[in-house]
T-cell receptor, first 116, second 112 residues
Framework: KAGVTQTPRYLIKTRGQQVTLSCSPISGHRSVSWYQQTPGQGLQFLFEYFSETQRNKGNFPGRFSGRQFSNSRSEMNVSTLELGDSALYLC???????????????FGPGTRLTVL | TQLLEQSPQFLSIQEGENLTVYCNSS?????LQWYRQEPGEGPVLLVT?????EVKKLKRLTFQFGDARKDSSLHITAAQPGDTGLYLCAGAQNNQGGKLIFGQGTELSVKP
C-alpha cells in the first residue's frame, strides 16, 4: 500500500500571501488530520476531517482552514501568511473506529513552509 | 496548554548505554502512542498502549503505560547509533477522534 503523500514538499511564500497544501491518505483511510510542527511549539493539532466533514478543530486562527473531498484527499489553506506560520505541516490518515476512538495514525513526510 | 510533558528534551549518550524517556500528564488518555521522527520525515508509529499498567516490548524498546493512564515511559536498552532521532509521545482522548496531543519530544543522539 502506498503511504500518505503530501504535496508540495517545500514551499516558500511571502507575508500576506496564501497557500494551499495537499494530502492524499492511504487508500481506504477516511480520516485525515493536520498538524503544525515548529521547534518552539512542537506538534500541534490543526483539524481533522472525516467523510468530508470537519470533526475536530484545534486552537488556530480562522486563517487556517481545510476541506476534504469525496475521495478522502484533503487540502489545508492558510490565508494572509505571517512569519510565524513557517513550519512543517504534517497530515496523518487513519481508519477511525467506533465510539470516537482512534486507530493508528500514519503520517506523511510533511510540507516545509517558509514565510519570508 | 501543554497537556503532555515529555522529558528530557535532549539526551546525548554513548552506544551501549540505557535510557528512559518520560511522558507525564494530569489528564487521562484513552491511549498513548510513541513515535520516532527522523529529519525531513513524518513521525513513524512505534507502539500504542491502551490499558493502564500495560507493558509492551519491541526488541530493545520497552514501553509502559501508567496505571492511571496519565503517564508513560520509553526505555531503550543498549542504545545504538541507529536509535538517534526525535521521540514523541502522543495521547488520544475519548470522543476526540483523530486529535492527538503531542509531547514536546525528546531529541536522542547516540554516539558510536
Amino acid at each position: 500500500k502506498a503511504g500518505v503523500t503530501q504535496t508540495p514538499r517545500y514551499l516558500i511564500k511571502t507575508r500576506g500571501q496564501q497557500v494551499t497544501l495537499s494530502c492524499s491518505p492511504i487508500s481506504g483511510h477516511r480520516s485525515v488530520s493536520w498538524y503544525q510542527q515548529t521547534p518552539g511549539q512542537g506538534l500541534q493539532f490543526l483539524f481533522e476531517y472525516f467523510s468530508e466533514t470537519q470533526r475536530n478543530k484545534g486552537n488556530f486562527p480562522g486563517r487556517f482552514s481545510g476541506r476534504q473531498f469525496s475521495n478522502s484527499r484533503s487540502e489545508m489553506n492558510v490565508s494572509t501568511l505571517e512569519l510565524g506560520d513557517s513550519a512543517l505541516y504534517l497530515c496523518a490518515s487513519s481508519l477511525p473506529l467506533a465510539g470516537g476512538l482512534l486507530d493508528t495514525q500514519y503520517f506523511g513526510p510533511g510540507t516545509r513552509l517558509t514565510v519570508l | 496548554t501543554q497537556l503532555l510533558e515529555q522529558s528530557p528534551q535532549f539526551l546525548s549518550i554513548q552506544e551501549g548505554e540505557n535510557l528512559t524517556v518520560y511522558c507525564n500528564s494530569s489528564s487521562v488518555f484513552s491511549s498513548l502512542q510513541w513515535y520516532r521522527q527522523e529529519p525531513g520525515e513524518g513521525p513513524v508509529l512505534l507502539v500504542t498502549v491502551v490499558t493502564g499498567g500495560e507493558v509492551k516490548k519491541l526488541k530493545r524498546l520497552t514501553f509502559q503505560f501508567g496505571d492511571a493512564r496519565k503517564d508513560s515511559s520509553l526505555h531503550i536498552t543498549a542504545a545504538q547509533p541507529g536509535d538517534t532521532g526525535l521521540y514523541l509521545c502522543a495521547g488520544a482522548q475519548n470522543n476526540q477522534g483523530g486529535k492527538l496531543i503531542f509531547g514536546q519530544g525528546t531529541e536522542l543522539s547516540v554516539k558510536p
